[in-house]
C-alpha cells in the first residue's frame, strides 16, 4: 500500500502562483512514476502532469504546458507542482497518483493510488 497527502492548495488571483506537494509513505519502492491530475466542477478528472520517478522524466497537459513545473525528490518521497500564471480556468481539486507501470499517462484508470485532493482556487 501507498498513501499520497497532497498540500498547497488554496485561493489565489489570476497571475499568481501555488505550489503543491504530495508526500509519499508506505510501499513506494516500486513506484515507476507519480502524476497531478485535477477535477472541476461538473467535469471529468483530468491528467495535468507526470514525472518519471527514476528517470526525471516529465509530461505535462498542452494547457499547462510552460506555466505548471513538475518536480521531486527521491530523499522525501514528496512530487511537487509549481503552477505559475494561474488562470481562473485552473480552478479544480488536484489530486496525487502514483503508478507502478509505464502505460498511457492520461488514463487515470492506470494509476494504482490516489490522495484525497486539494482544493486550487482561482480568482479572476
Known amino acids: 500500500q501507498v498513501q499520497l497527502v497532497e498540500s498547497g492548495g488554496g485561493l489565489v488571483q489570476a497571475g499568481g502562483s501555488l505550489r503543491l506537494s504530495c508526500a509519499a509513505s508506505?510501499?513506494?519502492?516500486?513506484?515507476?512514476?507519480m502524476a497531478w491530475f485535477r477535477e472541476a466542477p461538473g467535469k471529468e478528472r483530468e491528467f495535468v502532469s507526470a514525472v518519471k520517478w527514476s528517470l526525471g522524466t516529465t509530461y505535462y497537459a498542452d494547457s499547462v504546458k510552460g506555466r505548471f513545473t513538475i518536480s521531486r525528490d527521491g530523499a522525501k518521497n514528496t512530487v511537487y507542482l509549481q503552477m505559475n500564471g494561474l488562470k481562473p480556468e485552473d480552478t479544480a481539486v488536484y489530486y496525487c497518483?502514483?503508478?507502478?507501470?509505464?502505460?498511457?499517462?492520461?488514463?487515470?484508470?492506470?494509476?494504482?493510488?490516489w490522495g484525497q485532493g486539494t482544493q486550487v482556487t482561482v480568482s479572476s
Open positions: 508506505g510501499r513506494t519502492f516500486s513506484t515507476y512514476a
Open positions: 497518483a502514483s503508478r507502478y507501470y509505464s502505460g498511457s499517462w492520461y488514463a487515470s484508470s492506470e494509476y494504482n493510488y
